[in-house]
């Protein structure tokens, strides 16, 4: 049952309480999808920014070109453990471009709000294979944050503040 078809029954502080959680009934998903876009977003596009050579500086920020990969990268995705156990090196020269690729245009994608519930997808997936393959024993609570706001996300939809918003009206304005 929802919070708003209950009616307030308790007096005293029992009222008081459920009339506080009644405010959080305010908040609208749009804004709370916003923030977890961003913050997901940001948390892959720093470090993209981290991986890359060149970048485009537009004045408010630099984008990433992944095509000029930094060349202790090779190193750093050598580095890696899969499960605790190292991988041959022909594996990561694979794995090296997508992945920074990936870091570099998805997060785009999701902090506009385009093809948001792929982009959130994609970068969920990342965010748990950073956590549970590449470093299970430092499964750290940013990445836990960011798995969780993503899967948020996918569930959930960008809101309606996303360049996509207009495009599933028109889409589905018959339903």
Same mark, same amino acid.
């Given at each position: 049952?929802?919070?708003?078809?209950?009616?307030? $029954?308790?007096?005293?502080? %029992?009222?008081?309480?459920?009339?506080?959680?009644?405010?959080?009934?305010?908040?609208? +998903?749009?804004?709370? *999808?916003?923030? *977890?876009?961003? =913050?997901?977003?940001?948390?892959?596009?720093?470090?993209?920014?981290?991986?890359? %050579?060149?970048?485009? %500086?537009?004045?408010?920020?630099?984008?990433?070109?992944?095509?000029?990969?930094?060349?202790?990268?090779?190193?750093?995705?050598?580095?890696? $453990? +899969?499960?605790?156990? *190292?991988?041959?090196?022909?594996?990561?020269?694979?794995?090296?471009?997508?992945?920074?690729? =990936?870091?570099?245009?998805?997060?785009?994608?999701?902090?506009?709000?385009?093809?948001?519930?792929?982009?959130? =997808?994609?970068?969920?997936?990342? =965010?748990?294979?950073?956590?549970?393959?590449?470093?299970? %024993?430092?499964?750290? $609570?940013?990445?836990?944050?960011?798995?969780?706001?993503?899967?948020?996300?996918? $569930?959930?939809?960008?809101?309606?503040?996303?360049?996509?918003?207009?495009?599933?009206?028109?889409?589905?304005?018959?339903?």
């Amino acid at each position: 049952m929802r919070m708003k078809e209950t009616q307030l $029954k308790e007096k005293g502080f %029992d009222g008081l309480v459920q009339r506080f959680f009644r405010l959080f009934e305010f908040i609208p +998903y749009s804004l709370l *999808a916003l923030g *977890a876009r961003f =913050a997901v977003g940001l948390f892959f596009f720093r470090s993209a920014l981290t991986r890359v %050579d060149q970048k485009i %500086d537009i004045g408010f920020m630099s984008i990433p070109l992944p095509w000029t990969i930094k060349s202790n990268q090779e190193f750093v995705f050598a580095e890696y $453990k +899969y499960f605790g156990h *190292a991988i041959p090196e022909w594996v990561h020269n694979i794995l090296m471009h997508p992945v920074i690729w =990936a870091e570099s245009f998805i997060p785009i994608l999701l902090m506009l709000g385009l093809a948001s519930r792929f982009a959130a =997808a994609v970068l969920f997936v990342m =965010a748990l294979v950073i956590g549970l393959v590449i470093y299970p %024993d430092f499964f750290s $609570k940013e990445t836990l944050v960011i798995a969780v706001l993503a899967a948020m996300v996918m $569930k959930g939809g960008p809101g309606v503040v996303a360049l996509d918003a207009p495009i599933r009206q028109i889409r589905w304005r018959g339903n």
